[in-house]
C-alpha cells in the first residue's frame, strides 16, 4: 500500500489498525474506518513510515538490517531540519529510536508511546491523544489541522 498500517480495500483490517482507529474515535470522536485505506491521511500531509519499508509475507520486521534504515533515517533527517513546524508521531520502540541521532529543533512536537500493536497498546498507547495533540499543535502554528475521519 506504500502506508504504514494501511491495507487495502476488502482485506480485513490488521490488529494494529483497528487500535489505531479505537484512539481515534476515543480521542477526536471521528468513527471507526471500516478499511484499510489510508489515503486520505496522506492527501492532507501525513507521512506514514516505517523504520524498515518492507517485510517478507507474515514476517515482521524480517528485512531489518537490509539497508531500510539508512532511507529512513534520511527522510527524517529531512523533515527535522525543515523550518515548517513538524509533529513527529512515534508508535514503538523502532520509531522512537528513529530520533536518537537527529536534532530536532525546538519548533517541532515529538508525541512517543508504545506501538498500537495488541501487545503493547494498552501500555499508553491508548489514551495518549496524539491525534487531538497533532491537531492542537498545527493550529497554534497556523496550520490546517488533520481531518482524522476515514472518508
Known amino acids: 500500500?506504500?502506508?504504514?498500517?494501511?491495507?487495502?480495500?476488502?482485506?480485513?483490517?490488521?490488529?494494529?489498525?483497528?487500535?489505531?482507529?479505537?484512539?481515534?474515535?476515543?480521542?477526536?470522536?471521528?468513527?471507526?474506518?471500516?478499511?484499510?485505506?489510508?489515503?486520505?491521511?496522506?492527501?492532507?500531509?501525513?507521512?506514514?513510515?516505517?523504520?524498515?519499508?518492507?517485510?517478507?509475507?507474515?514476517?515482521?520486521?524480517?528485512?531489518?538490517?537490509?539497508?531500510?534504515?539508512?532511507?529512513?533515517?534520511?527522510?527524517i533527517a529531512y523533515l527535522a531540519q525543515r523550518q515548517e513546524p513538524t509533529a513527529f508521531i512515534l508508535w514503538g520502540r523502532s520509531a522512537k529510536d528513529k530520533l536518537s541521532n537527529v536534532s530536532i529543533g525546538g519548533q517541532h512536537l515529538i508525541l512517543a508511546s508504545p506501538h498500537p500493536s495488541p501487545y503493547s497498546a494498552s501500555s499508553g498507547f491508548f489514551g495518549c491523544r496524539h491525534f487531538s495533540k497533532t491537531n492542537d499543535f498545527l493550529t497554534r502554528n497556523g496550520i490546517a489541522p488533520i481531518d482524522w475521519s476515514h472518508k
Not at 538490517?65 to 533515517?73: K, R
Open 1 to 75: 500500500m506504500g502506508f504504514s498500517f494501511a491495507v487495502p480495500i476488502g482485506m480485513a483490517l490488521p490488529p494494529s489498525l483497528r487500535n489505531i482507529y479505537a484512539e481515534m474515535e476515543s480521542d477526536v470522536g471521528v468513527k471507526r474506518g471500516t478499511d484499510g485505506c489510508l489515503a486520505k491521511l496522506a492527501e492532507q500531509g501525513v507521512l506514514l513510515l516505517n523504520a524498515v519499508l518492507t517485510v517478507r509475507a507474515n514476517e515482521s520486521n524480517s528485512h531489518a538490517g537490509c539497508g531500510w534504515e539508512s532511507v529512513t533515517d534520511g527522510i
